[in-house]
C-alpha cells in the first residue's frame, strides 16, 4: 500500500488507499441517491417509494481523481415493512462480508424533510447493538436535503440549533456530532466535489480515530461472541434467580402448609372441646329436665294423697257430727223419759 502512511500493528494506514462506506437509514431518506452522489454516476436505484426500493445490499466502486477508491454499499431500510427482521438483519450481516477489507465508516442518512422519531432512534440503537457497541465510533450522520436549506437560507447548525428533537439529539452524541450535509439534486460539479470532500474528511477523521483499524468481520463475530456470552451469562444469572424464586416458592407452601397445619389442629382441638362441652351441657340439661318431670310427678302424687286425705277427713267430719247429734238426740230422749 503506497503513500505516507503509519504503521499499526503491522496494518499500514495512508489517507489515499481504499475506503468502504456502508449506507444506513430509512427508506426514503435519501440513501441511494447519496450513493449516487458519492459514487458520481446514477448507479443504485433510486426514486420516490413509500415501501423503499432497496431490497438487498448493493456495492458499487469508484476511482476519485487522486486515485482513492471507494467501496460504497447500499443496503435496504431500517424500517423496510415489507421484509421480515430477519432478512434485514441478514443484509447487514451480507453487508459485512461485502466489505471484504472491512468498514472504514457507516453513513446514516437522515433527511431534513423527514422529522427524527423515537422509532427511528431505537432502529438505529438496535442496529447498534446488534453489530457491537463500538460501531458508533465508525457512524457519520448525513442529511439529505441540502437544497431545501439553501432555499430558506438555512445552515445546517441553524437546523439542528433550532428546535432539534430529543432522540436526534441523542443520535449525534452517538455519533460524537459528526455530521454531513448533501444535496443530491445539485448539479453544480463544484458543489457536489465540496460535499464529496467534507465527507471523506469526515471519514478519515473516523479510521484515525479507531487508530487506522476498520471494522472487520472478525470484530464483528468478537463483539457477536461478547453478547452471546452476554446473554448466557444472563440466561444464567435469569435461570439462577428463576430457581431462587422456585425455592422460596417452595419455602413459603411448606410454611403455609405448616401454618395451615397447626391452625387446622388449633381448630380440631377446639372444635373438639367444643364438641364435649356441648354434650355435657346436654346431658345436664337431659338430667335436669328428667328431674323435673320425676319432681313434676311426685308433686302431682302427693297433692292427689292430700286430696284423699282431705276428702277422707270431710267424710269422718261427717259421720262424726251425725253421731254427734245422734248422741245428743238419745240423751234428751232419755232424760225426757
Known sequence: MGGCGTSIDGWE??????????????????????????????????????AGVTSTCEHQRTNLPNDQILHVIDTPGL?????????????????????????????????????????????????????????????????TGGDDLEDHDVTLDDYLGS?????????????ENRVVLFDNKTQNQIKRAEQL????????????????????????????????????????????IKELKDQMQRSHEEQFSR????????????????EKQLKMDHAARVAAEQKAKKDQKKSKNENRKLNDLLES?????????????LCVFVLIYWFLK
Do not use: W
Request: proline share 3%.
Open 79 to 143: 424500517f423496510d415493512f415489507s421484509a421480515a427482521p430477519e432478512v434485514v438483519r441478514n443484509e447487514f450481516l451480507r453487508c459485512v462480508d461485502l466489505a471484504e477489507d472491512g468498514i472504514h465508516a457507516v453513513l446514516l442518512v437522515l433527511s431534513i424533510r423527514n422529522r427524527f422519531s423515537k422509532e427511528q432512534l431505537a432502529a438505529v440503537q438496535s442496529f447498534q447493538e446488534f453489530f457491537g457497541g463500538k460501531i458508533s465510533d465508525y457512524m457519520i450522520v448525513v442529511f
Open 163 to 175: 428546535d432539534c428533537p430529543e432522540p436526534l439529539k441523542e443520535t449525534l452524541a452517538m455519533c
Open 197 to 240: 470532500r467534507e465527507l471523506l474528511f469526515k471519514v478519515n477523521l473516523v479510521v484515525e480515530e479507531n487508530d487506522g483499524m476498520p471494522y472487520t468481520n472478525n470484530l464483528f463475530k468478537k463483539f457477536k461472541e461478547g453478547a452471546m456470552n452476554f446473554h448466557d451469562q444472563k440466561a444464567n444469572v435469569e435461570q439462577d
Open 313 to 325: 277427713s270431710m267424710v269422718l267430719d261427717k259421720a262424726f257430727s251425725f253421731l254427734l247429734c
Open 13 to 50: 494506514f495512508d489517507k489515499t488507499e481504499a475506503r468502504t462506506l456502508v449506507l444506513i437509514g430509512c427508506a426514503g431518506d435519501g440513501k441511494s441517491s447519496t450513493g449516487n452522489s458519492i459514487v458520481g454516476r446514477n448507479v443504485f436505484r433510486s426514486m420516490p417509494h413509500s
Open 259 to 274: 401454618i395451615t397445619e397447626m391452625v387446622e389442629s388449633k381448630l380440631e382441638e377446639k372444635m373438639q372441646r367444643l
